[in-house]
């Protein structure tokens, strides 16, 4: 007997199993599995009633909350496709997702009126809007707030039977640094599939009770959407991120599990309101979107009394494809430890990684050997949305190639080394860009960093350091070149430092080093060539 | 992308993550994940130079043993389906079970030999034996032990991606209790969600350490091999069961799970020399293949010092269903904790269980109502292997009827209460044998009982227990009697109690009911009609 794997089953299950558990908390609504999963059954069976057809594609542009962690099984419910929008883009990139995914209806909250406002005028094909909250309606959205919607459906609900589990189910479209964004396809059982692994990976069991500080837009806020209902624990929804609100809600909710990138987890490091509130309850931290550091990793488990672990994955791959915590019979010391959190880690269950040179053959587990990530995995996606070409190049010979560098040492931990745009030529020799930024961290001025290739004469390419320092803290060029001298090779270290104010960032805390090689690495534009293919 | 769904992942995963982990003691013998992977890759290839074509049954007499173990994935690495045999059948049983699946393969240890003998006389088909021990081999084997067998096949393995998950992967007999025993065919995917669904239900990590005192021949040892596998914990063989065989395997082996059925479990904490071993490890007790009653659960948790949790589940469902562990947010009482843990307990995630009238209709869930038990799930079989006619009867209308009577209470916890056919129905009541059974063990002097309908010209039928004393103490027909009207309400009390010996029983520790009722209730058959259809 084949039961469709869909993470609709997740949302029943939990239903079916635990009803009167507290589902989710948003704001000061809070709502059990039973009231959960059957507005989610209400949701979808009011998009039929509206018009939806099988496949069609649902938008939402919309902030953490309640209503858009429903849609994540009412469209689902209802047969269509989640399109989740990131509210960071402009009108124009919105527009552009909008056409490509040719999506019918869009969910949004008040405070995204102007933007839909444009893309009503820019995007013919959509039908519907619905108004998240319950702020008046522009006069052109003539038809609903979402409560009023969810009135037109009831709790009529499909036989699971009936779900194809080889269907698309979510959208999600990558930033994209060179071309225009692409919609990443996830099936039902990619989703399904991927979200199990995860809690094995990271025994997510239902006491836990998760703050959503990620953006649900990206990849279902990493996959821990699905992976907690699965397990029946309890979201937290955060709808901006802001250290204090993480504090008041970790105290009040008793918040055990959080995922940060590295530049929330600064944040929350760094603010001094932290000593006010009972944080006792966390448990877990898992710092993911961006290289953790040891330094990084050890203040966190310091600092908040928990364990902090890292991982690593990518939209393509549901997201997440690796996690770090210690395998039983390593016998790490405590520096080793540390470093074995803050790498990548290993493989989940349901999940293969390998790192390969430019033909595909398989390098060494030696930690010393950079090569292409490739990945095969449950989650995978099932290609880039009408975009063929991009598909085969991204899922050449039945492997996910992520475009980053690493390398995996004897115990199977990977350590992504860099992005393989971001790898940097110097006389024949690759440099990661971003082992420089973790010496340079190391620095007690220093805040962030990045490094990027500037043109030179005698070696093609050469590094140059971009420094935040830390508030009321100074450093000079001199000396931070000094302190890199003392910890790297000689060839990794920068030309030059130059002192900035602020890196520019994606929404989940990835460093734009397009825009800083178009600012201050004049001659330097995006790298071709055989290395970097 | 999709990755197909075979428990030879699990194996693959476990070699590359945990190569140097421990992962199965036997006997003497102790070998890595690096070792058991290598050993099933090269079985699967020894047997494909033998002549197995893909799809090919492989036949295993073998008590629980470590080449069993490789079994499990080398059979599958060949292409092979895997056919293990319940060694507690007749020749002539075997013979049949061979004939019908049509096994080329037939795995013995010597212990076997003169059944196999037989064997190859009756069932010509037979191409191949191979002595698993290093026993002298019998003259009539002429070619094979094992450990030569292997040295045939090389470390050539199949890419996953060639694998196809809805293929035959196991070929399991139930006992029959009216008919010929039915072959159960499980497929790859089957298996491989099988034991995910576990492994999320009962957490099980790589920590786990686990006895197999159940015979793998069940259904995989009640689907634990494939989840331990999976987690990366370790496999502590147990060739025959012996309470004293398991204490010092627990003991050293620092054994922290194990499965037990309530005769082991009985005879573990009725062993006197219990006392004399360090069995602190232990941390989990799982009791299944027949109901657990509270008394038995209380008794595992004070005497051995960790949880016991009940389940239930079927060949046919791969085999577990549901587990009993509280769920959060319960707020059990001490007695209603025992109780609950003590009942099946709830779906596990992935399946769904109901409770059903003869119509296919819910019954409420109100610990009260009986009806047949159906589910749904990942790991429920395919079909019958050869016998559509009994397929379509087990799985009507995509629910499996399991043939057993349970309810279903308000937190969803089954309590199952007879096999539907064992149901005593005097006067129009249906009387559960299995609830009078639970109440004349909770007498002292009771060391277990049965309880099988007799003819009556009053009321059609009515109960008679069948008592087997505690060892040393006694009790008389009108104390127990008097035992039950206190307990039962007075139609379900026993118009008689039969003092024997022992009960009869499967390798499982099943009560043999069919054959009590041959011997002790002259005129009962088996029933027939509406109430058991």
Redesign the interface.
């Known amino acids: 007997?084949?039961?469709p794997?869909t993470p609709v089953?997740f949302l029943r299950?939990a239903q079916?199993?635990?009803p009167?558990?507290l589902a989710v908390v948003c704001g000061e609504e809070r709502r059990t599995y039973a009231q959960l999963g059957e507005r989610a059954v209400r949701l979808g069976s009011a998009l039929r009633s509206a018009g939806l057809e099988p496949g069609d594609r649902v938008a939402f542009l919309s902030s953490n909350c309640h209503r858009f962690l429903e849609a994540y099984y009412g469209v689902l419910e209802g047969g269509g496709v989640l399109l989740p929008l990131n509210f960071r883009l402009t009108a124009a990139e919105l527009a552009y997702v909008m056409r490509d995914a040719g999506a019918k209806f869009l969910f949004l909250e008040s405070q995204f009126l102007e933007t839909a406002e444009s893309l009503r005028k820019e995007v013919s094909m959509i039908e519907t809007f619905v108004l998240l909250d319950d702020q008046p309606r522009a006069n052109w959205l003539h038809k609903f707030n979402y409560e009023e919607f969810l009135t037109g459906g009831d709790l009529c609900r499909r036989d699971v039977?009936e779900f194809d589990e080889?269907a698309l189910a979510e959208l999600f479209y990558t930033s994209g640094t060179s071309a225009n964004p692409k919609g990443v396809m996830l099936t039902h059982?990619?989703i399904y599939l991927h979200a199990?692994s995860v809690?094995?990976g990271n025994?997510k069991?239902?006491?836990a009770i998760e703050i959503h500080t990620i953006p649900l837009f990206h990849a279902n806020g990493w996959g821990i959407v699905h992976t907690l209902t699965?397990?029946?624990g309890t979201h937290v929804m955060l709808h901006r991120f802001d250290p204090v609100e993480v504090f008041r809600l970790v105290e009040r909710e008793r918040v055990n599990n959080c995922n940060l990138v590295p530049t929330t987890a600064a944040a929350i490091l760094n603010c001094p309101e932290r000593k006010n509130f009972d944080l006792s309850s966390l448990k877990k931290v898992l710092i993911g979107g961006a290289a953790a550091s040891p330094t990084l990793v050890r203040e966190v488990e310091e600092k908040l009394g928990c364990q902090c672990i890292a991982g690593y994955g990518l939209t393509e791959a549901s997201p997440v494809l690796t996690l770090s915590p210690g395998?039983?019979?390593l016998q790490w010391g405590e520096e080793e430890r540390i470093a074995g959190q803050a790498s990548a880690g290993?493989?989940l269950?349901?999940a293969?990684i390998r790192v390969v040179d430019p033909d595909g053959k398989n390098l060494a587990h030696d930690g010393q050997t950079m090569g292409e990530v490739v990945a095969?995995?449950?989650g995978?996606?099932?290609g880039y949305w009408r975009q063929p070409e991009a598909t085969a190049a991204a899922?050449q010979a039945?492997w996910?190639h992520t475009g980053d560098m690493g390398t995996i040492d004897k115990d199977?931990y990977l350590l992504i080394v860099d992005r393989k745009k971001d790898i940097i030529i110097s006389g024949g020799e690759n440099i990661s860009s971003l082992e420089i930024e973790k010496a340079l961290a190391a620095h007690p001025s220093v805040y962030e960093a990045a490094v990027i290739p500037i043109p030179d004469e005698r070696w093609g390419e050469a590094p140059k350091a971009l420094v935040v320092l830390r508030p009321g803290l100074t450093a000079t060029e001199t000396e931070l070149l000094a302190f890199c001298r003392s910890r790297l090779a000689h060839y990794k270290v920068p030309k030059s430092v130059e002192f900035i104010e602020a890196l520019p960032k994606t929404g989940t805390g990835k460093i734009l080093k397009r825009e800083l090689r178009k600012k201050h690495a004049s001659g330097m534009g995006e790298h071709n060539g055989a290395h970097r293919a």
């Open positions: 007997m084949n039961v794997l089953r299950y079916e199993q635990f009167s558990k039977m080889d059982r990619n199990i809690a094995l025994q069991t239902s006491d699965m397990a029946g395998k039983p019979g290993f493989a269950p349901g293969e095969r995995s449950d995978v996606m099932k899922l039945g996910l199977g």
